[in-house]
């Protein structure tokens, strides 16, 4: 079926470990998008990408690095996970920038003990 | 930068009643505004947008919401609220030109029967 796919659901690490969340589209959107979703604080935006092969930082990228090879991947990595980084992860994408609605994945639920 | 305030942060209504969930932004020349829905555990679905056109904005499930440029508000409305709306709102802007969406910190509708 059509849509994006956020994986794993639920994840439970150590700090100090890294992960990594997977996102994959079929649409053949051009922009996704990654968000992490904390009570108090929305949705803040981590990183975007445009096209394959370019990335962008959002509002809180420090200890997440993002890849994007193909337009349907865009992968997040904790390259060292903390505590803080706790919460649940939302990837999205759409056909282009701001003047058009994202699409929302199910989200990734990471506990970092 | 742009930013977004949604007023409250929750808002009992009883069932059947009409409820006003509010949204302001900070000034800008043009925007683009999009009200999100996300019921528990899953990712945010879209409710309505407004890109241009009409200030009456026309959504799913029986909601609507109303562009004021001149008071920079995007406030959603329904006028008779169902158990399933039970959800989480949130407000969200974008600036012409610009790839990202900003979202508010969300509202959370609780629907007393």
């Known amino acids: 079926d059509a849509g994006i796919t956020q994986s794993p659901r639920y994840k439970i690490t150590e700090t100090g470990r890294q992960v990594t969340l997977m996102c994959h589209q079929t649409w053949s959107h051009s922009y996704m998008f990654w968000y992490r979703q904390d009570l108090g604080h929305g949705l803040r935006l981590i990183y975007y990408?445009?096209?394959?092969?370019?990335?962008d930082k959002g509002e809180v990228p420090d200890g997440y690095v993002v890849s994007r090879s193909k337009t349907e991947n865009f992968p997040l990595t904790l390259e060292s996970a903390t505590r803080s980084q706790t919460s649940v992860y939302f990837c999205?994408?759409?056909?282009?920038?701001?003047?058009?609605?994202?699409?929302f994945g199910d989200g990734t639920r990471l506990s970092i003990l | 930068a742009q930013s977004v305030t949604q007023l409250d942060s929750q808002v009992p209504v009883f069932e059947e009643a009409p409820v006003e969930l509010r949204c302001n932004y900070s000034?800008?020349?043009?925007?683009?505004l999009f009200w999100y829905v996300q019921y528990p555990n899953q990712g945010l679905q879209l409710l309505l947008k407004y890109l241009s056109g009409s200030t009456l904005v026309k959504g799913i499930n029986g909601f609507e919401a109303e562009f004021n440029k001149s008071q920079t508000s995007f406030h959603l409305r329904k006028p008779s609220v169902h158990i399933s709306d039970t959800a989480e709102y949130f407000c969200a802007v974008s600036d012409q030109g610009d790839d990202k969406i900003i979202f508010g910190k969300g509202t959370r509708l609780h629907i007393l029967p």
């Open positions: 000034s800008s020349v043009s925007v683009y």
């Open positions: 999205a994408s759409s056909e282009t920038g701001g003047n058009q609605p994202q699409h």
């Open positions: 990408s445009a096209a394959a092969d370019i990335t």
